[in-house]
């Protein structure tokens, strides 16, 4: 398994051990959060560094749900995912972990493979949103894997960052992610209306948003994914599962 991420965990030392089912929070949420089929979920206290609550392991990645750990989740990663998607939990964690209003409003998503505990890999549209604060503070987050066999991957992997800062939140990681082959949920909006035909100006109208913020989205992509132009740039995406 790669070990490149691990920056993520000595950021707030997040713990390895497994859930306690005889923690006092751990029936209230087995009675209090939905589970839906082909999904596997988590809840993390930042707080008390550790899992409070884990469900629907054994169905999507092969785990008892008292043996999964924050580290298997991490380390259960596509190789060719992983300096990605550790990447992009380092700095989203780092975004969170800072004091801020409305901090529960905030999530951010990712597609990519997980591995099977028998070794096969599985297809996963993972969402992690802060589940509860403290003083303006992160306290629990909860992390939602839902296994999806419709994924498609090419080279470039998909991601997504919500919340009132949204647009600050998915600027830090489009900085810091510009070495990675991703495409965020913004700029794939943007595309999106691009590969129909649409216009800069016509897309700044049907968004709301300025010519120069369409121009934002679009135009890094280029040098992002090494294309020359406009119709380079949707074929790209077309081959590589970015547009349906």
């Known amino acids: 398994m790669p070990q490149a991420g691990f920056d993520y965990f000595a950021i707030t030392q997040v713990s390895g051990a497994p859930v306690d089912k ?31 609550y884990t469900a629907g392991w054994e169905n999507t990645m092969g785990y008892r749900d008292d043996e999964i750990t924050m580290h298997i989740i991490m380390q259960a990663t596509d190789p060719a995912h992983a300096p990605f998607a550790f990447e992009l939990n380092n700095k989203a964690v780092q975004f969170l972990l800072k004091p801020r209003e409305d901090l529960d409003q ?23 949103r802060v589940f509860s604060t403290k003083h303006n503070h992160v306290d629990e987050v909860i992390g939602r894997f839902q296994v999806n066999q419709s994924l498609r991957f090419g080279k470039v992997l998909r991601y997504g960052a919500y919340g009132p800062f949204k647009n600050e939140f998915e600027e830090i990681l489009n900085k810091e992610l510009f070495q990675y082959s991703a495409i965020s949920a913004k700029e794939k909006e943007a595309l999106s209306l691009v590969a129909k035909g649409l216009s800069f100006k016509e897309i700044a109208d049907h968004l709301g948003i300025t010519l120069s913020a369409v121009e934002k989205r679009i135009l890094p992509l280029y040098k992002r994914f090494d294309v020359k132009g406009l119709p380079h740039l949707i074929s790209f995406a077309y081959e590589n599962f970015i547009l349906p």
């Open 22 to 52: 005889n923690h006092p929070l751990y029936e209230h949420y087995r009675n209090n959060i939905p589970l839906f089929p082909n999904e596997a979920v988590y809840v993390y206290s930042f707080q008390q560094n550790k899992l409070l």
């Open 106 to 128: 905030y999530s951010y998503s990712f597609e990519g493979r997980k591995i099977h505990k028998d070794g096969s890999m599985v297809p996963m549209s993972i969402h992690i």
